[in-house]
Each structure stands twice: as C-alpha cells, then as structure tokens.
C-alpha cells in the first residue's frame, strides 16, 4: 500500500481520510471530557435537595425554557434543571461564567439519554416539575410520572389546539399554565368526559411567543406591500401537495413576489417532490433559513394550510393569513376525537380568509380582498403577551417551599 513518497507527499485521499480521523478522535475526546464534566457536577445532587425541577428532551426545547429559568436564577430561586442532552444549553450556563447569576440555588444535569433518561426523569424526587413534554404518564410512553411528583406542570410548544395532541397527553399533568382562553376551554371539556380531578389552570400566556415576538418589533417595516409568503406543512396535507405550482404561477405573473417555504422535513422525506417543484418554478425563492421570523417579516399576507406557522405570522405582525383547505381529520389517537370543535380551523376566519380548493383559481383577487380588511387583535388569541415569563417564575416562585 502506497502511504506517500520519500519527499512526504500525501495524496489527497489519504490526507482527508487523516484529517477526518484526527477530527473525529478530538471529538470524541472533547465529548468525552464534557461528559465526565456534567457526570461531575451531578454529584452535587446528593447535597442539592429541592422542591422544584425542570425537565427538558434536550437543546431543541431550551426556547421555552431559557427565560424562566434565567429569571428564577435572578430571584435566586432554587430549582434544578434536568435534560436528556448533553448539548442542552443549560449546560452552559456553567461554562461561560455568567457573573450576573448566583448557581448557588441552582443545578443543573445530564440524566442520559433513551432508557436511562427515561429512567431517571421517571424517578425524579422534586415535588414540583415543569415540562413541555405531552404523553408524561400516559400509557406505553416511556417516561412515567415520578411517585415524588405532587404537581407535573405543562407548558405549551405553541399558540396550538389541545386537539393536536396524543389522547391522553396531558391527562397526569397538575397544573397547566395555558397561553389561551380555548386552550383552557378543550382542557375542561376533556377533564368533564374523562371524569379526572380538575387541574390548575393558569392563565399565563407563552413565552416562546412573547420572545419572537419582540424581535418581531424591529422587523415591522421590512414589507414591501407586494410580497406573500407560502409557508406548507408536509406531506399530502401540505397546501405544496395538494395544490401543485400552479397557483404560484399566477401570483407571481400578477406581479406579486413570492417566496416558497416547504416545512422543513419536506426536504428530507419527501425531496423529490420538492426539487421538481423548484424546476417548475425556476425564477421563484425558495427559503430555507432555519430561523422563519425574517422571511416572515417581508411578507404582506402569508398563505398556508393548517400549520401552526399561521399563528406564528399573525401574532408577530398582525398581517392577513389565508388558509388553503387541505385535510384536516385527525385519526382516533388525537385528542381531536374527543373535542366537539377544532380551533386550528375555526381560528382561520378570524385571522384571515379561508380558501376551498375550487376558490384557488381566484387566488390573486383573494390575495388583493384579504390586504384590506382588518382581522382581531392579537390579544384575543395569546393572554398576557409579553408577560408571560414573569406570571409563571411567580408561580414556581410561591409553589417552592
């Protein structure tokens, strides 16, 4: 086998396949390190003892997160933090030094990850625990809820119906810090059908929505009065499914600028859908940003399907959003079985003008029809906007004893 030639020459082969194996052991050294570093500060839990936690799957839900839990260290509010990531960036709270925070009311650990996560989040020994988690303690889900536990506490990923839920999802919570008077609303009806003790429900408002939508503030006057956002769920009940590119067309042919913005696992299972659909429509943008709020800031109206991104749009700029039908029947494992009404369809008329699929050949005078007419404020969807991290580090404040 030829490694190289007396004058140390690599062929560029077998110097990637180095550099690659030399990146690959540093990191795995580093993982390594950063692992015995949290296994390290978990030690600390025999002396840490609390009456308040906080569970996380991991970095992808530090968003509803990060603010409470910046806001009880502040207080000085002693609680701990449990996740099933090693790179959750609660984790780093630690690492960066943070002189503004007192860690001395406060940990932080890495329980694991697959069965041994869920093994340790199941026998959790606070009494009060916050989670954004659904299913926790329902039946055939992997995570049950700890006998320590007197009040399991959910909050919500999105301005979204109870009805999008597992049946069941939120049937072993205690307490339930709502963002909307319908989100209260479907919990009750399902508490009367199922005969389970009621809940605490507080009308608190969501964080993740207050957050984006004070960046959102700075972002008002990007529009310039003739772009529209096409936003699709994926798969057959995706308005890019069902309706093909032909209705892009014509907007863009009426002078409109259109951007297209497929959810982004349609990018991954179903790929080829897409990229034929970006040959037909070669002269259109295609977004792919992770963060949507910029691309969202340029629009005039927004036209989507049932996604929740919908809500996203209107509550951050007040701006018409028309909802193309699509299907929206939800199978018998969904908490929509049991609710007689679905706010993410009734909410479409309020918001904006929903579109039946034999009106999408009048989609341009639609389009021009929704950018004069005024819809509700905001505040009749999300309580307490721009409040929400205060009302709920109040209440985990009094909750710890």
């Excluded at 080829?272 to 970006?278: A, K």
């Amino acid at each position: 086998m030829n490694f190289g030639n007396k004058n140390g020459y690599l062929d560029p082969g077998t110097g990637n396949a180095l550099v690659a194996a030399l990146f690959g052991l540093i990191g795995s050294i580093a993982f390594f390190a950063k692992n015995i570093f949290y296994r390290i500060i978990g030690k600390k839990e025999e002396i840490f003892k609390c009456d308040l936690a906080i569970f996380s799957e991991g970095k992808m839900y530090w968003i509803y997160f990060k603010d409470v839990v910046e806001e009880l260290i502040k207080r000085k509010v002693k609680f701990a933090y449990y996740t099933m990531d090693i790179n959750d960036p609660a984790l780093e709270l630690y690492d960066y030094g943070n002189p503004g925070f007192d860690f001395n009311q406060f940990k932080v650990k890495f329980v694991g990850t697959g069965n041994k996560g869920y093994s340790a989040i199941s026998n959790l020994k606070e009494k009060n625990i916050l989670s954004t988690t659904p299913n926790i303690g329902a039946s055939g889900y992997p995570i049950k809820k700890p006998k320590n536990c007197k009040n399991l506490i959910h909050i919500a990923h999105g301005p979204r119906s109870v009805s999008a839920y597992k049946k069941y999802a939120l049937d072993c919570y205690n307490t339930i810090f709502s963002h909307s008077h319908f989100f209260s609303n479907e919990i009750k009806i399902l508490e009367n059908k199922r005969n389970l003790i009621a809940k605490n429900i507080i009308d608190g408002g969501l964080m993740y929505m207050d957050s984006i939508i004070e960046k959102a503030k700075i972002l008002q006057n990007e529009t310039d009065g003739k772009t529209i956002l096409i936003a699709s769920t994926w798969n057959k009940r995706g308005c890019l499914q069902i309706y093909g590119s032909k209705f892009i067309k014509d907007l863009s042919n009426a002078g409109y600028n259109v951007i297209v913005r497929p959810h982004p696992y349609s990018y991954i299972y179903e790929k080829e859908f897409i990229e034929n659909l970006q040959k037909e429509l070669p002269n259109i943008t295609f977004s792919t940003e992770t963060d949507n709020l910029s691309v969202m800031a340029k629009a005039d109206v927004l036209i989507s399907d049932i996604s929740g991104v919908r809500l996203d749009f209107y509550l951050c700029f007040e701006r018409p959003v028309i909802s193309l039908e699509s299907e929206t029947e939800l199978s018998s494992e969904y908490e929509q079985a049991d609710l007689t009404e679905n706010f993410d369809i009734n909410i479409s008329e309020k918001i904006g003008v929903c579109v039946k699929k034999e009106e999408i050949t009048n989609i341009v005078q639609i389009v021009q029809n929704a950018k004069q007419t005024k819809f509700i404020n905001k505040n009749s969807i999300l309580t307490n906007v721009g409040k929400s991290k205060f009302l709920l580090a109040n209440y985990l404040e009094s909750i710890n004893g």
